[in-house]
Each structure stands twice: as C-alpha cells, then as structure tokens.
C-alpha cells in the first residue's frame, strides 16, 4: 500500500517554520514580508484562494494587502495598481490572481511586476532563470511538489520522470526543478502518442493534465511516486487527474487530492514571499 503524501500535515509544519523565521527578522528589522494580492472580478474560485492567501499571509506574520477591482476593469487600471505595488517599500511580493477577465492583457501585466517581487514566479526573467538552473523565485505548485518530495526523502536522481502537461504554470517548470535535481525528465501532452506506455516506465508521474481520473493503472509502473497536480470536479466531488482509488495499491508514495499537493502552493506563495522579503532587504 502506498504512503500517502499529506501535503496538508506538511504544510502546516512548514508555516510554522516561515512564521517562526518571520518574528525573528522582524525583530532584527521592524520590518515584515509585504504581500500584496489583486483580485479582477468575481470568480468563486480564485475568490476563495485569496482569502486563503491572505488569511495565511496574516497567521504567518506578514503584511498583506487585497485589491479587488471589478471585471470591468482594463489592463491600464491594473498596471498603475502594478506600479503602486512595485513601488511600495512595504511590499515584497505581488500577485495577480488568474485568471483575469477576458478584456485584460494577462502577459503585459505580468511582466510588469518587478522580477524581484514576482512571488508567483510567472515573469520571463524568473522563468529564464530556472531554465538555466540557477536561483530564483519559482512557481508556487511544481515549488511545492519538489518541497514535498524532499520533505518525505524521496530520492530523484538518476530516476525516470514523466510529467503529463505542458503548461507554464506547472508542467514545464516542474520538468525544469526535476531535471535540476538530476531526473532524466520527459514531458508528455495531448500529442503524445503510446502515452500510457511511456508514463508505465516513469519512476516518478506528475500528472497536471486537467482531466479527471485520466492515469489509470495501465500507466502506473510498480512502485512509482505518482504526484496527482490535478483539481477537478466530478459529480459534485473533487477529484485530480489519477484514479486515485484504482492505482493507490501500486504506488509507493502517491498524493491525494484533495489534502495533497493543493495546501502546498498557497504555503510555498508565503515562502516566495519570505525569500523575496530577504533579498529586497538583504538579509
């Protein structure tokens, strides 16, 4: 049977870390990791995320900040709220949570935010960086994965990894921290052809397809690490992209959803933000 990856357990732990560190530069400075959120119209979802993000930026210790504006709003009024945040000493890491409306410009906006302060690691200078392997700030969800495998010893190098998805957000940068970490990496899509027979030899499956209960056993190799990136509802339930129920008992770690890799990404946003705090500062 597999151990089940909690990523609930393992990101109360690591708030507590980042809340501990906080007091401590907080009393070597008087100052505090600044966050600030926008929020474009009124979608129930990211509605939800930011109140988590911002309930969780206060238990951490931080300042944080919501703007909410309406979905009637342009793509100029959200680049002077850009400006403010890129020009507000107190604010160490700003976030515009996706998906915009339709009648904004998502990629001008994003590459707007100062590369320093883009906690969601979106901006192409940042992007850039992983690429080449070097520090930077990363994208919270494939950041927390690769928390989460560490946290739980779960060994990368030299092993087989197969992520399905390709997007900016997950899949392509998830495949760059793997390879970093000495993974031989392939990233599988819509296209790909003999899918489930290349997944079936995959030490470690990411699966970040979007697609309900898609990986079933016939992609499964025994034994894999099977980290399930995705969220979806299906007959009013969430569920992520692997039969979780049909494969747990051939796995050796597996990730359920939800309680699994979803606590992670708002806990890494706070160590984003936690690490931008420092390097603006200098600390």
Known sequence: MAVILDGKMLSAKFREGIKAETEILKHKTGKAPGIA??????????????????RTAIECGFHSVVERVSA????????????????????HGILVQLPLPRN???KTILRAIKPEKDVDG??????????????????C??????????????????????VIGRSNIVGKPIA?????????????????K?????????????????????VTREFIKTGAVVI?????????????????????DMCSFITPVPGGVGPMTITTLMQNTLKAFKMIEKL
């Open 37 to 54: 959120v926008i929020l474009a119209g009124d979608d129930p979802a990211s509605n939800v995320y930011v109140t988590s993000k911002e």
């Open 72 to 91: 009637n709003v342009t793509t100029e009024d959200i680049l002077k709220l850009v400006k403010k945040f890129n020009d507000d000493d107190k604010i």
């Open 104 to 106: 904004c410009d998502e």
């Open 122 to 139: 979106f901006h192409p200078y940042n992007v850039g960086l992983l690429n080449i392997g070097e520090d930077c700030l990363m994208p």
């Open 141 to 162: 969800t494939p950041f927390g994965v690769m928390n989460m495998l560490a946290d739980y010893g779960i060994e990368l190098s030299g092993k087989n990894a197969v």
């Open 176 to 192: 760059a921290m793997l390879l970093k970490a000495n993974a031989t990496v392939t990233i599988c899509h819509s296209k790909t």
């Open 194 to 214: 003999n899918l489930a027979e290349i997944c079936s030899k995959a030490d470690i499956l990411v699966a970040a397809m979007g697609r309900p209960k898609f």
């Open 228 to 248: 399930d990136v995705g969220i979806n509802r299906l007959d009013g339930k969430l569920c992520g992209d692997v039969d979780y129920d049909g494969v747990k």
